[in-house]
């Protein structure tokens, strides 16, 4: 069983930055792909961004290219959300997944494991 653990959320204005963190515990971290998603109030879930288990192939959401960077390592269990240039409509409840296959956290499909989800708020 793996747990994942959500940082790093707050307030901030529009344009600043924040970097969230989601630690991993309880398995073997490398062997999964991850991936953040997001929740806005009164709308789904939405796939943000995902990261291949060995960091070599990463994907974004139209909406965060160019804004956003995932990145892991691996050896201290933790995958990373460096989120700039932050815009109102990126305010959501934020999540971290694990998956064992890439196309699968891709898709949002069949993830194994979710975090509890930390909150950013973004004021215009």
């Known amino acids: 069983q793996v747990q994942l653990v959500e940082s790093g959320g707050g307030l901030v204005q529009a344009g600043g930055s924040l970097r969230l963190s989601c630690a991993a515990s309880?398995?073997?971290?490398?062997?999964?792909?991850m991936g953040w998603f997001r929740q806005a109030p009164g709308k789904e879930r939405e796939f943000v961004c995902a990261?291949?288990?060995?960091?070599?192939?990463?994907y974004y959401a139209d909406s965060v290219k160019g804004r956003f960077t995932i990145s892991r390592d691996n050896a201290k269990n933790t995958v990373y959300l460096q989120m700039n240039i932050l815009k109102p409509e990126d305010t959501a409840v934020y999540y971290c997944?694990?998956?064992?296959?890439?196309?699968?956290?891709?898709?949002?499909?069949?993830?194994?494991?979710w975090g509890q989800g930390t909150q950013v708020t973004v004021s215009s």
């Open positions: 997944a694990a998956g064992t296959k890439y196309e699968r956290v891709l898709a949002g499909t069949n993830i194994a494991y």
């Open positions: 309880g398995g073997t971290f490398s062997s999964y792909a």
């Open positions: 990261i291949s288990w060995s960091g070599g192939s990463t």
